[in-house]
Structures are given as structure tokens and as C-alpha cells.
């Protein structure tokens, strides 16, 4: 779809992940420094669980097909490596996103809820890729891994949508952001009013808010990560276009 100096967004027909059994050479070398980080992050942020995630090892763009492995790991690993400055390059963060559209063509992006690791941005759904995600053959479903985070972070069931049969894939830095276009029956504002009153009804839920993009301008002034400003750039129009 687009590619410029420091990002690309690619739409592909098939994504093909699966899990190694390698072990990360990063994560081994710095146990003991992991350990201490780990130690002083737990302490900043009683909220912070050390689970199983996975991240992206190898890949190859063929066709239009993603494919690759994964290699297992730990979050608090994982926080090292991210807070230390990503040094070890052979790893990328590869995660599902959920790009909810309502029925009159809306995004809606959430909004983190203290405690966790993008406290404060707004985002597409999602998170990482986790054991629940991986089947019995070692195989990836990322269209179930985002289903799930969906439905976690916004009370939003299958039932409730349909899901898109492309991804769209943002590669930024570090990070692959692999998302599957989401659409909901019913139009922007009774979307977000039934999203708010799911995440009233749960405190601790990982989303403190919903907000709705329709224009690039609606995001220039939202703090975003950079993959997800990346893929909005390249999904939106501008207000002039949108008229």
C-alpha cells in the first residue's frame, strides 16, 4: 500500500507464522540484568504479569503472504529488551490489531488505561501474540488473537462483527503491527456508547476510553504510537479529501 523512510504498510491475502523452538540468545546473556529491571518495574507497576508472549524471529514477504517464526519469551524479558533500547535487532514486536470500523466507516481507537505499557496513547486494539493464540501444530491464528483482545478490551463479540479476509501489516522500527479490518453492524456513536458502558462496568479493564478518527487531521493531534500513525496515514483522508 505505502512505503516511505522509516515505515511501510503492506495489505496481504495470507499471514503464516509459527513457533520455533530456539530459544532468544538476548534473553539468556542478560538474565541477571533482566531480573534486576524486572524487579524495579514490579515494584513502579504492581499491575505488570510476566506471561508467555512471542516475538517475530524471521520473515519473508512472498506473494502476498507473511510468513515466518516466532521465538517464546517472557514480558519481563521482553520489557528489558524494549526499555533498553531494542539492541538486539534480530527480534521484531510482532502484534495483532483489531481496526474496528463502524458502520459509517469510523475507526475507533482506545485509549490505555494507566498501569500498562502504552499508558496514555491511543491505539488499535490488540496485544500481543500469546499461547492461546498458538494450535496444537505450532501454528498462529491471528484473526482469533485479535477476535479475543476485542472482545477483552471492548465487549464486543463475534456476533457483533465481521471480520475483513486481507491484513494489513505496518512494519515501524522495531515493531509489526498485523492488523485485520474489524466492522461493526451498528454506526459510530451507539458504537462507542455500548464500548463506554462495557469499560464502566470494569475497572481494571485494560481501555479507560474509545475515541472515533474519520480524517488524518483527527490524528495528528492524538498521542499514537508510530506504527498505528503510520497505518491511519495511510487509511485516512484528509478533511478537504473527505468532503
Known amino acids: 500500500m505505502s512505503e516511505t523512510t522509516g515505515h511501510r ?11 520455533s523452538e ?3 540468545p538476548f534473553a539468556e546473556d542478560n538474565r541477571a540484568a533482566i531480573e534486576a529491571h524486572w524487579a524495579r518495574r514490579k515494584a513502579e507497576n504492581p499491575h505488570f504479569f510476566n506471561g508467555q508472549i512471542h516475538l517475530l524471529r524471521e520473515f519473508v514477504i512472498e506473494g502476498e503472504c507473511l510468513a515466518g517464526r516466532l521465538l517464546r519469551t517472557d514480558f519481563k524479558s521482553f520489557l528489558f529488551w524494549r526499555e533498553t533500547g531494542e539492541r538486539d535487532q534480530s527480534v521484531l514486536d510482532a502484534f495483532g490489531s483489531a481496526l474496528i470500523r463502524s458502520r ?4 475507533v481507537l482506545g485509549c490505555q488505561r494507566a498501569g500498562n505499557i502504552n499508558a496514555g496513547l491511543s ?8 499461547a492461546r493464540d498458538v494450535d496444537a501444530s505450532g501454528l498462529v491464528d491471528i484473526r482469533a488473537s485479535v477476535l479475543r483482545e476485542v472482545t477483552e478490551e ?3 463479540t463475534p456476533a457483533d462483527l465481521s471480520v475483513g479476509p486481507d491484513y494489513l501489516v ?5 515493531q509489526v503491527s498485523i492488523a485485520v479490518e474489524i466492522r461493526a453492524s451498528c454506526e459510530a456513536v451507539p458504537l462507542v456508547s455500548r464500548i463506554r458502558r462495557y469499560l464502566e462496568s470494569d475497572p481494571s479493564s ?4 474509545v475515541i472515533v478518527v474519520r480524517t488524518s487531521s483527527d490524528v495528528a493531534a492524538l498521542a499514537v504510537p508510530a506504527y498505528a500513525r503510520a497505518l491511519l496515514g495511510t487509511l485516512l483522508t484528509s478533511p478537504t479529501a473527505a468532503r
Do not use: H, M, N
Open 9 to 19: 504498510v503492506l495489505s496481504l491475502k495470507r499471514c503464516e507464522l509459527g513457533v
Open 104 to 107: 459509517d466507516g469510523a475507526i
Open 123 to 130: 491505539y488499535l486494539p490488540g496485544g500481543f501474540i500469546d
Open 22 to 24: 530456539d530459544p532468544w
Open 206 to 209: 485494560e481501555l479507560e476510553d
Open 154 to 156: 471492548t465487549g464486543l
Open 170 to 174: 505496518t512494519f515501524c522500527g522495531q
